[in-house]
Every structure is written in C-alpha cells, then in structure tokens.
C-alpha cells in the first residue's frame, strides 16, 4: 500500500511537463509557488495536491491510521491504530520548480512500537522506484516495470526474483575513490556549519554530490551510486522512507534522534563516513547552546 499511496503523489508531479513541457523554470502563475521559511524554501500547490493524494490512499485503505505530512502536520483519528505514515509528497522542491529531474514522492509507514515497517521513494522524473519492507529487503526498479509486493496493507513484500526488480546491497567501491552526498539548508547560519563540516568529511571521499533531495540522496546509498550522505537539520518526512530502504540494504544507518530538525537537529547518515558519529561537528549540544 505504501507503494499505491507513493504512486498516487508522484502522478502528481507527473503533470508538471503539461505545464511546462520544454523542463523550463516553471513560473508562480503554473504552480501556486510561494516561499516558507526563507525565500529559498519553496513550496508549490503541486506540493499540497501531492500530499492530498497521498493522504486520500492512506485514508480510503487504512483510516485509522495517523498521518504525518509536510505540508499538512499530523493528522490522528479519534479511535486510531497505532499506525502512522510519514509523508513527504515532493522532496526536491527546488529542483521541481527548476526542471532538475532529482525529486519524488516519499512514503513511509510506523508501527506502534516505533519501528519502521515500510518506506517507498517513487521520482517519477527518473522513471525510478526504490521500496522496502522491514526484514524482506529493499529493491529498486523502473516506475514503468516494477510492482512492489503488495504486502498485508502496510508495506510490501520480498520482491526478489522479479522481472526488472534489483535487490539492493549498498555501496560496493571504496570510500576513497567513492562520492560523498549531501545537502544545504536554507537558513545562512545553519549552512555555514554544514559546510564546514562537509570540508572536513571529504578529505575522506573522492569527491563530492549534492542531489538536493534527502530521500533521493539516501536511495542512491542504498543502492551504490554513492558511498555514503550526510547532511544536519533535516526533516523525519526527508528521511523516512529512505532510512529504511538503506538498512534493508545492508547500509548502516543513522537516523536523527529527534523528528523534529529545525527545533532539535541532528545528522542523518547512511553509509560509512569514515569517522566516529560522535566526532563530527556541530552536535546537538553545541547548536542548542
């Protein structure tokens, strides 16, 4: 279901080449585009249709479940499950907004003990779908081939053997001649410390990427078109689905200790970055000081 909720978003943003089908810019009277927390932070109505897609899936198959989305906060039913979804309906904004083919759809689901049971990342630009399922492994596969198990409503299924469907096992060169991916936020402050940290991180790397979509960023860990990404501050909708898929990968994981990374942020990592976590700069202390 994860999968068919995703699916049902990236359609969404599937129609921005009615719009503007050269890939050009596309312009405020096309989009709804407006600015959140900065003039760089964009949100756009394909961002808000997309969540509502999303969110109209999730509640026709599962309506007692909660849902957490970017664009529309938490929502909870009166008697509900336990189970909740995390949403991001278009991660890469900027690059929707731009005509850069790097951005999706992110979909995950939690279970009442606080695990994750199942995270999809459909980018409809790329033709490319990464999905996983907890303890069946994580795969990816072209939009226009793959059909991720359908599963008991709340993920998916072990996808192994399936026509055009590669099971994913995470980086396979080595760090130093491998990339490392990350990514900027939008607030001055919180980009100088990010980027002095990056400068120290990629003695370390071969070279340098930044996608600008966490969740795409994350996939592409998992499935060893870079070696490993980090980046401090981002959202729980940014990694959701991506942390998961990379773990069933195979790739060590590190998700931010709090939902919440604007108020209370923390590194997202996945991969090996060389270095103790705990070595790296800023921490949380630090930024709450």
């Given at each position: 279901?994860?999968?068919?909720?995703?699916?049902?978003?990236?359609?969404?943003?599937a129609e921005?080449?009615?719009?503007?089908?050269?890939g050009?810019?596309?312009?405020?009277d096309?989009?709804g585009?407006e600015?959140?927390?900065s003039?760089?932070?964009?949100?756009?109505?394909?961002d808000?249709?997309s969540e509502?897609a999303v969110r109209?899936?999730?509640?026709r198959?599962?309506?007692q479940?909660?849902i957490?989305?970017?664009?529309y906060g938490?929502?909870a039913?009166?008697?509900a499950s336990?189970?909740r979804w995390?949403?991001?309906?278009?991660d890469?904004t900027?690059?929707?907004?731009?005509?850069?083919?790097?951005y999706g759809?992110?979909?995950?689901?939690?279970?009442?003990?606080g695990?994750?049971?199942?995270?999809?990342?459909?980018?409809?630009?790329?033709?490319?779908?990464?999905?996983?399922?907890?303890?069946?492994?994580a795969?990816t596969?072209?939009?226009?081939?793959?059909?991720p198990?359908?599963?008991?409503?709340?993920?998916?299924?072990d996808d192994?053997?399936q026509?055009?469907?590669?099971?994913l096992?995470g980086?396979?060169g080595?760090r130093a001649?491998?990339?490392?991916?990350?990514?900027f936020?939008y607030?001055?402050?919180?980009?100088?410390q990010q980027?002095?940290?990056v400068?120290e991180l990629?003695?370390?790397?071969?070279n340098?990427?930044r996608?600008g979509?966490?969740?795409?960023d994350i996939c592409?860990?998992a499935d060893g078109?870079?070696?490993a990404?980090?980046?401090?501050g981002i959202?729980?909708?940014?990694?959701a689905a991506?942390?998961l898929i990379?773990?069933?990968?195979g790739?060590?994981?590190?998700?931010?200790?709090?939902?919440?990374?604007?108020?209370h942020?923390?590194w997202?990592?996945?991969?090996?970055?060389?270095?103790?976590h705990e070595?790296?700069?800023?921490t949380?202390?630090?930024t709450?000081?």
């Amino acid at each position: 279901m994860a999968a068919e909720a995703a699916a049902a978003g990236a359609a969404v943003l599937a129609e921005r080449d009615a719009v503007a089908p050269s890939g050009r810019v596309l312009r405020g009277d096309e989009s709804g585009l407006e600015t959140k927390s900065s003039e760089a932070d964009l949100v756009t109505d394909f961002d808000r249709r997309s969540e509502q897609a999303v969110r109209a899936v999730i509640g026709r198959r599962r309506p007692q479940d909660a849902i957490t989305g970017e664009e529309y906060g938490t929502s909870a039913p009166e008697q509900a499950s336990g189970i909740r979804w995390s949403i991001d309906p278009l991660d890469g904004t900027t690059n929707f907004v731009r005509g850069i083919v790097y951005y999706g759809t992110s979909v995950a689901v939690q279970g009442p003990d606080g695990d994750w049971l199942a995270g999809v990342v459909h980018a409809p630009a790329l033709d490319r779908l990464w999905w996983a399922s907890r303890g069946a492994g994580a795969f990816t596969g072209r939009v226009s081939t793959a059909r991720p198990g359908a599963g008991d409503g709340a993920g998916g299924v072990d996808d192994a053997g399936q026509p055009g469907v590669d099971r994913l096992s995470g980086p396979q060169g080595t760090r130093a001649a491998g990339l490392l991916s990350t990514g900027f936020g939008y607030d001055a402050a919180r980009r100088e410390q990010q980027v002095s940290a990056v400068v120290e991180l990629l003695g370390g790397f071969g070279n340098l990427r930044r996608l600008g979509a966490a969740a795409l960023d994350i996939c592409m860990v998992a499935d060893g078109t870079v070696e490993a990404y980090a980046e401090y501050g981002i959202q729980e909708h940014d990694w959701a689905a991506g942390a998961l898929i990379a773990e069933e990968a195979g790739v060590p994981m590190r998700r931010p200790l709090a939902a919440d990374g604007a108020a209370h942020p923390d590194w997202c990592i996945a991969g090996d970055l060389g270095v103790p976590h705990e070595q790296l700069r800023p921490t949380p202390r630090e930024t709450a000081a």
